[in-house]
């Protein structure tokens, strides 16, 4: 499921480090690096974090399967069958 987006100063962002594991695992193997950004709140610093566009755009690019089903979800499409159970194609 597509995480909500935290806002400050008008910035909306995700902390990669928040994210569900299975999502946080695979974006940090397929974003481009240049897209973390860093944000002062407080005094301090907080690092790991992305704008929320580039989160949407990897969600829908690289989270989400064909056909609109996504990773967290039970799908018939993409399970690997054994040999014995595998549908025959005519």
């Known amino acids: 499921m597509k995480v ?6 008008g910035i909306e962002y995700v902390q990669v ?3 569900p594991d299975d999502q946080r695992q695979l974006l940090v193997q397929t974003i ?3 897209l973390y950004i ?3 709140i407080d005094g301090k ?18 989270y989400t399967q064909p056909g ?3 990773r967290d979800q039970s ?13 025959n194609k005519a």
Not at 4 to 9: A, I, N, T
Not at 76 to 86: I, S
């Open 17 to 19: 480090s928040e994210l």
């Open 68 to 70: 609109g089903a996504t």
């Open 45 to 62: 610093i907080v690092s790991g974090c992305l704008q929320y566009k580039d989160y949407s755009s990897w969600y829908h690019q690289h």
């Open 32 to 34: 481009n690096p240049d």
């Open 75 to 87: 799908s018939v499409r993409g399970v690997d069958l054994p040999a014995n159970l595998a549908l």
């Open 4 to 9: 909500d987006c935290k806002v400050f100063k």
């Open 38 to 40: 860093k944000i002062l």
